[in-house]
């Protein structure tokens, strides 16, 4: 059996920082598991955050009016990407599995990882509007996020102040993992390391640790299947009517997203089916 690779791009300016001690417990665990391990130390690669016309080689399209995503999506055709981007992509091609660690900045990921997104995941080589969501590129990938919050748990739950946690992470898992059809494995969440005890930390590492032994059987979470949408600007990308008719009955929205004026469906964005009782 072929080797598989995992990837962890990693987003924290710290090599002492916790961050940094969760993704050397996952490169230590799954090594001894057999897995091959890529780190993408982002910051200590000084990878550029800002997508600009740098990241092309060699003359643009349209050069009367830069668009960024038509301009690299030709350069990935033509081989003429930065050498920088060029190198994460095989990384990614490599990759059975890509986690993403990071502390949790405004609600989103770290500018720089932010920009790994925003030019790695080029159309053409990660999503394409006949290949997105479940049909998308990645399908037979597996991506997780793993991070850390500055938030207590109960500040993130629907009734806390900061407002549920499956909603800001919908834009995220789905809007750009499931868009380029990972199969999006459960967040792993560490609340507020920075105001634990020491103790509390070394359990969430060994939590971390145990969770790692059978990452890679784990379901994925649930998102909408595109069959259920009518895919064709004509129709706008809209859920089928007979599907919303079928929806009526049910106590819960679909997803985080679609949750058609209903209550969303508990912990979407958190468990996967096979983890939800």
């Known amino acids: 059996m072929a080797t598989k690779t995992v990837l962890i791009v990693f987003a924290h300016q710290s090599p002492g920082s916790f961050n940094a001690a969760v993704r050397d417990v996952a490169v230590q665990e799954l090594e001894q598991q057999g897995f091959r ?95 997105m969501y479940d049909e998308g590129v990645f399908k037979d990938k597996k991506a997780m996020l793993s991070f850390s919050t500055g938030a207590i748990q109960t500040m993130f739950q629907p009734d806390g102040i900061n407002g549920d946690i499956n909603v800001t992470l919908w834009p995220i898992q789905n809007g750009t993992l499931h868009f380029c059809g990972f199969q999006v494995l459960a967040p792993q969440i560490f609340w507020c390391p920075a105001h634990s005890t020491p103790d509390a930390r070394t359990a969430m590492l060994d939590g971390w640790r145990a969770r790692l032994e059978g990452l890679m059987r784990e379901k994925p979470l649930t998102f909408a299947h595109c069959e259920l949408f009518n895919l064709s600007f004509q129709g706008g990308f809209l859920m089928r009517p007979e599907v919303k008719r079928q929806q009526e009955s049910e106590p819960f929205g679909l997803t985080t997203g679609h949750h058609l004026g209903k209550p969303l469906p508990p912990d979407n964005q958190l468990k996967a089916p096979s983890m939800e009782n």
């Open 37 to 131: 391990v890529l780190v993408s130390d982002l910051y200590a690669m000084k990878f550029r955050a800002d997508a600009t016309r740098d990241d092309i080689i060699g003359e643009l399209k349209n050069p009367e009016l830069f668009q960024y995503g038509d301009e690299t999506m030709s350069a990935w055709r033509e081989d003429r990407l930065s050498d920088d981007i060029v190198a994460e992509q095989q990384k990614v091609a490599e990759a059975n599995l890509i986690i993403f660690q990071f502390p949790l900045y405004w609600f989103s990921v770290p500018a720089i990882l932010k920009g790994w997104f925003d030019r790695v995941l080029t159309q053409g080589f990660a999503f394409s509007l006949e290949n």
